[in-house]
C-alpha cells in the first residue's frame, strides 16, 4: 500500500509503482476533476498542486510522491467553489466546453500564489494548458481580475441571475 | 444507475457576488421508466414546471461549449415569460424522442444549426406552455383568459389583483390540450433574446464536478482501451492475449469488429498497458503504400481535370478567360487536420440479450442510437443512449459513431457489465475524421482596364459528403463543397459579383475517412477566394478594401460586415509601426463574417498575430457575450489550423500521434480579439463556425503585406516567412 496525502487527508493505495498520479487520483481516489488529456505533459488538463507547485500529474509516476507532499486537486481547492480563481471563472463566464478549465484553474490559481500581480509574459509562461475552445483571452482576463480584485477591466458586462453585472 | 449518474444539483458557489442565488442547472439523465410517458409536471415537451416554480426547460441538441444550452433556454424562457433565475435545463434522451414521435426534432448539433434550425419550434414550445400555463390560472379563478398576464412566472388576475405562480397551476396545464398557432413575440418585446445573459452550465466546470463522458463511474463498471488497425481499412489478423491476460487487473482481451483489439481492466490504465504490451498482428491491407505527396498528385491532376460538377456559374467564364487582356492564376491546397477535441473519444456501454445502454458524449444522440443499435443487434426501442457533457465536439461526435458502435461490440462480449472505453491520445489523433484535403485553382481574367471580368476556382479533392453519406451524392454533386461559394441565396453564397464566374469539383476521394470539422468546406474555400482577391488586388494595385467594395456592391449584408471591420479597425489611417493588415469575409452556416488581422513579422521570420478585428451579422444575436466568446474560440481553432494544424500520412497511416507532433496553439500567440456584433434582423444565422473561416485567410493576407510572401500552402509552419 501507498500512501497519499490528498486534499488534506491521508489516503491509502494499492498501485503499481509506475502507475501516473493522474491515474490514481481518478481511479482509485475518484476524484474525476483532474483530466486525461494528452499522457505527455502536453495540454495541462491534469494539473494538481505538488507542495504549491503546478504539476502535470499524468507523468508522475505515483511512487515519485512523498506520503507527506501535499496533493490538491481541483477538489480540494476549495470546498465550495469559492477560491478566487474559481470566482473569477465564474463571474467572467469563462469556460466553454470545460474540459480544459480545472487544470487551466490549478495553473492560474499556483500562478498567482507566487505572482499576485502577473504580466502578460508572466501568464504566456504560466498557463501552457491547451484549450481547443479558444477560451486563452478570457483566461487572461480573469486572471487579471484576480490580481486587480475587479472583473471590471475585463468589458464583458455579463449579466447573472442576482442581478450582479461582471 | 440512475443514483451513479445523479449528483443533479449543482452547488452554488458559496459567497460570491456573482453567483449569489445563482440558477442550479440540472444533470438530469430520466430515468427508464419515465421514457415512454410524459413526465407527470410536464406542461409540453419542452417545458417542465415544478412546485417550487423552478422551470426545467428540454434541450435536445447538445451542449458541447458552444453555449447553445443557454441560448436555447433563453429562446424558451422568452416566450415563456418566466423567471430566468429559476431557469435549469436536461437532455430528453434519443430514446425517448423516438417513443414519442421526435417530440424534440432534430437532435443534430453541427453545422451551427442549434439555434439557427430550432428557434422556432423551441420559441412555440415556450409560448404555448405560457399560454397553457394562463388558461389554467383562469380557469381555476373562473375569469376569462383574456383579463390573465404572465411575467416572471406570475401570473396575475388583472381586475381583482389576484396572483399564483406557474408552479401552481402546472399539473393542470399540463392537462389541457395545447393549441395551436400560437403566436411569437415581436422581437421588441423580447426579454431574454439579446441580452449578455451568463451562461447555465459554467459553476460545475470550475469546481471539477462535471461529469464527462470520460469521468463516468458505475458500479461495476470495467474499463477498455482499444488499438485499431493504423492503417484505414487494414484489419486484425492476430495478437497474443497469453502474453498480457496475467497482468494484474486485466479480465479480458478481445477481437472488436475486424479492426481493433481491445483489452478490460478493473481500471482503464491497467487496461492501456496491458495493451501497449499486446502483441498484435495487422493486415495492412491494399492502402499500406499510400502517403500524403501520393494524394497531392491525385488531387493536382484534378486541378485540370475534364469532368468537373459545376458548384456556381454565370456567364461564360471559361470564353472569358480565353479572351481575358490579363490572366492571373493561383493555386492553393488545404491539408489533413485532426479535430482534437480535449476530451478523447469514449463511450460507456451495458449489453444484454433484451436491452442496450450507452453513456456517451455525442454531438448527435440519435445518430448515436442508431449506431448503437445496430452493433447491438437489437431493435433501437430496445437501446437507450445517454448523452453525457462533451470535452469538445468540433464536428467529430456528429455524423460517424464509430466510437459507439466499438463500445457496444466490447460490451456484447461481456454481457450484462458496464464497460466504459475510452480512447488514448494516440488513439484519438490516428483515428480520427479528418478535414478534407483539397486543392484549388484560381485563374481570375481581367479587362484591358484592369477589371475583373471571369473567375474560375476549380477545387480538386476530398468529398465529406461522400465519405459519410453517399447516398446524398446526386449525378457526382457533393453540395457541402462549395460552402462560401454558391450563387446569391440564404446560405454559404459568394459575396462577389463577378460578369462571368465559374465554381467546379473534381472529386479526388484519398482512402483517410474525412469529416465535418469545425467550420466545415467554408475554412478552405475562403483561404482560396480571399487570398486570392488580395492576389488580384496586389496585381492591379488596388487597395484590398477598395477592390472588395467594389465587388461587393450587390452584396450588401456581405459588405456590411467588411465595413464595419474597417471602421473598427481604422483601415483609412495607417496601422501601428511594424504591423501589417489583412482583411477577408465570408457567408456561411447562416451567418456573414469579416475579419481584419494585424501582424508583424520580425527579422527572423518569426509571425506574431497582435489583433484581430471580427464582426459578425447572425441576424438575431441570441447572447452577445457568448457570441463573443464564439467569435474568440474561431480564432484559437483557425489560427492553430493555419499555423500548426496537419497530418501527414505515411504507409497508409497518419504520422501524428499527440499534441507533440500535432502542436495547436497557446496562450501566448493568442491574439487580442475585438468582436463586433452587427445584428440585421429577420433571419437566425449560426456564430460557432463561421468566423473559423476568415481566421486564416486574413492572417494571411497580412503576412503579405509584411512580406511580401504569399503563402498557398497550409500550415504555416511549413513557411519561412524571413523577407527574401
Known amino acids: ?166 | 444507475m440512475s443514483a451513479a449518474l445523479a449528483p443533479t444539483r449543482r452547488r452554488f458557489i458559496g459567497g460570491t457576488a456573482a453567483t449569489a442565488g445563482a440558477l442550479v442547472v440540472g444533470f438530469h439523465i430520466p430515468r427508464k421508466s419515465l421514457a415512454q410517458t410524459p413526465l407527470p409536471d410536464e406542461v409540453n415537451a419542452w417545458v417542465v414546471v415544478k412546485p417550487d416554480d423552478t422551470v426545467v426547460v428540454r434541450i435536445a441538441r447538445s451542449e458541447m461549449g458552444q453555449g447553445t444550452l443557454t441560448g436555447l433556454a433563453q429562446l424558451v424562457a422568452d416566450e415563456l415569460d418566466c423567471d430566468w433565475a429559476k431557469v435549469t435545463t436536461e437532455y430528453p434522451t434519443p430514446g425517448q424522442n423516438l417513443a414519442r414521435q421526435r417530440a424534440w426534432g432534430n437532435f443534430s448539433t453541427g453545422g451551427s444549426r442549434g439555434i439557427r434550425e430550432s428557434h422556432d419550434y423551441v420559441r412555440k414550445g415556450g409560448a404555448t406552455a405560457r399560454v397553457m400555463l394562463v388558461q389554467a390560472a383562469a380557469d381555476g379563478w373562473k375569469v376569462p383568459v383574456a383579463e390573465c398576464r404572465a411575467a416572471k412566472s406570475v401570473i396575475t388576475h388583472q381586475p381583482s389583483g389576484r396572483s399564483t405562480t406557474y408552479g401552481k397551476v402546472a399539473a393542470a396545464a399540463g392537462k389541457l390540450k395545447p393549441p395551436a398557432d400560437v403566436p411569437l413575440k415581436d422581437p421588441k418585446d423580447w426579454q431574454l433574446i439579446g441580452k449578455r445573459l451568463a451562461r447555465l452550465d459554467t459553476v460545475e466546470k470550475v469546481t471539477g464536478k462535471q461529469v464527462y463522458g470520460m469521468d463516468l463511474q458505475m458500479p461495476g463498471m470495467l474499463n477498455a482501451a482499444i488499438k485499431a488497425c493504423p492503417v484505414f481499412g487494414g484489419t486484425l489478423k492476430s495478437f497474443d492475449a497469453a502474453a498480457v491476460d496475467k497482468r494484474r487487473g486485466v479480465l479480458k482481451v478481445l477481437r472488436v469488429g475486424d479492426n481493433a483489439v481491445a483489452v478490460v481492466a478493473d481500471t482503464w490504465w491497467r487496461a492501456k498497458t496491458a495493451l501497449d504490451a499486446l502483441p498484435v498482428e495487422w493486415d495492412f491491407g491494399q492502402h499500406a503504400q499510400a502517403s500524403s505527396a501520393g494524394f497531392a498528385e491525385v488531387l493536382k491532376a484534378g486541378l485540370t481535370a475534364e469532368q468537373a460538377v459545376v458548384g456556381n456559374s454565370n456567364g461564360d467564364a471559361k470564353a472569358a478567360l480565353a479572351g481575358a487582356a490579363r490572366r492571373i492564376e493561383a493555386v492553393y491546397s488545404y491539408p489533413h487536420q485532426n479535430h482534437a477535441t480535449m476530451e478523447t473519444m469514449n463511450a460507456t456501454a451495458r449489453w444484454t440479450p433484451e436491452r442496450c445502454e450507452v453513456w456517451t458524449p455525442t454531438q448527435n444522440g440519435e445518430a448515436a442510437l442508431a449506431a448503437a443499435a445496430e452493433a447491438a443487434g437489437l431493435p433501437p426501442a430496445q437501446c437507450e443512449v445517454y448523452k453525457i457533457h462533451l470535452g469538445g465536439g468540433f464536428g467529430r461526435r456528429g455524423a460517424v459513431h464509430d466510437w459507439v458502435r466499438q463500445a457496444v461490440a466490447i460490451a456484447r462480449q461481456m454481457p450484462g457489465v458496464p464497460v466504459k472505453m475510452v480512447w488514448s491520445r494516440e488513439e484519438d489523433m490516428q483515428h480520427g475524421l479528418y478535414h478534407p484535403i483539397t486543392q484549388c485553382r484560381l485563374v481570375a481574367g481581367l479587362d484591358a482596364q484592369g477589371e475583373l471580368q471571369a473567375l474560375h476556382m476549380r477545387i480538386s479533392g476530398q468529398s465529406i459528403v461522400a465519405g459519410i453519406f453517399p447516398q446524398n451524392i446526386k449525378d457526382g454533386r457533393d453540395p457541402v463543397v462549395f460552402q462560401g461559394l454558391n450563387a446569391p441565396g440564404p446560405e454559404a453564397s459568394i459575396g462577389y459579383s463577378v460578369p462571368h464566374l465559374l465554381v467546379d469539383h473534381a472529386m479526388r476521394n484519398p482512402h483517410v475517412p474525412p469529416g465535418f470539422w469545425r467550420g466545415v468546406n467554408l475554412n478552405q474555400n475562403a483561404i482560396y477566394l480571399e487570398s486570392f482577391i488580395d492576389e488580384i488586388a496586389h496585381a492591379t494595385k488596388q487597395d484590398p478594401l477598395a477592390l472588395r467594395r467594389k465587388l461587393m456592391a450587390q452584396h450588401p449584408k456581405h459588405l456590411a460586415v467588411l465595413n464595419a471591420v474597417a471602421e473598427r479597425v481604422g483601415w483609412d489611417k495607417p496601422a501601428p509601426a511594424g504591423r501589417f493588415r489583412g482583411l477577408a469575409q465570408t457567408m456561411g452556416f447562416g451567418s456573414y463574417v469579416a475579419a481584419c488581422a494585424e501582424v508583424s513579422v520580425n527579422n527572423d521570420g518569426q509571425l506574431k498575430v497582435h489583433r484581430i478585428v471580427a464582426a459578425t451579422d447572425p441576424g438575431y444575436a441570441v447572447n452577445p457575450q457568448q457570441i463573443e466568446a464564439q467569435v474568440e474560440g474561431s480564432f484559437a481553432y483557425g489560427l492553430s489550423a493555419a499555423l500548426y494544424g496537419e497530418c501527414t500520412v505515411k504507409d497508409g497511416r497518419i504520422e501524428q500521434d499527440n499534441f507533440a507532433t500535432y502542436p495547436v496553439l497557446k496562450m501566448d500567440e493568442m491574439p487580442a480579439v475585438e468582436t463586433v456584433i452587427v445584428p440585421s434582423g429577420g433571419f437566425w444565422g449560426g456564430v460557432g463556425e463561421p468566423t473559423i473561416a476568415v481566421a486564416a485567410p486574413a492572417v494571411l493576407n497580412a503576412i503579405f503585406a509584411a512580406t511580401g510572401k504569399r503563402i498557398r500552402t497550409l500550415p504555416l509552419k511549413n513557411h519561412d516567412l524571413k523577407k527574401a
Open chain 1, 1 to 166: 500500500m501507498r500512501r497519499l496525502n490528498v486534499n488534506g487527508v491521508q489516503r491509502e493505495v494499492d498501485v503499481e509503482d509506475d502507475t501516473p498520479l493522474l491515474w490514481v487520483l481518478r481511479e482509485q481516489l475518484g476524484l474525476t476533476g483532474t483530466k486525461y488529456g494528452c499522457g505527455i505533459a502536453a495540454c495541462g488538463a491534469c494539473t494538481v498542486h505538488l507542495d504549491g507547485v503546478p504539476t502535470r500529474s499524468c507523468v508522475r509516476p505515483v511512487s515519485t510522491v512523498e506520503p507527506t507532499e501535499k496533493i490538491v486537486t481541483i477538489e480540494g481547492l476549495s470546498p465550495d467553489g469559492s477560491h478566487p480563481v474559481q470566482k473569477a471563472w465564474v463571474a467572467l463566464d469563462v469556460p466553454q466546453c470545460g474540459f480544459c478549465q480545472c487544470g487551466m484553474v490549478m495553473a492560474a490559481s499556483a500562478l498567482l500564489k507566487t505572482k499576485p500581480n502577473p504580466s502578460d509574459q508572466d501568464i504566456d509562461e504560466a498557463i501552457t494548458n491547451i484549450c481547443r475552445c479558444g477560451t486563452y483571452n478570457r483566461v487572461r482576463a480573469a486572471i487579471k481580475a484576480v490580481a486587480q480584485g475587479s472583473t471590471k477591466s475585463a468589458g464583458l458586462s455579463i449579466r447573472h441571475v442576482d442581478g450582479s453585472v461582471t
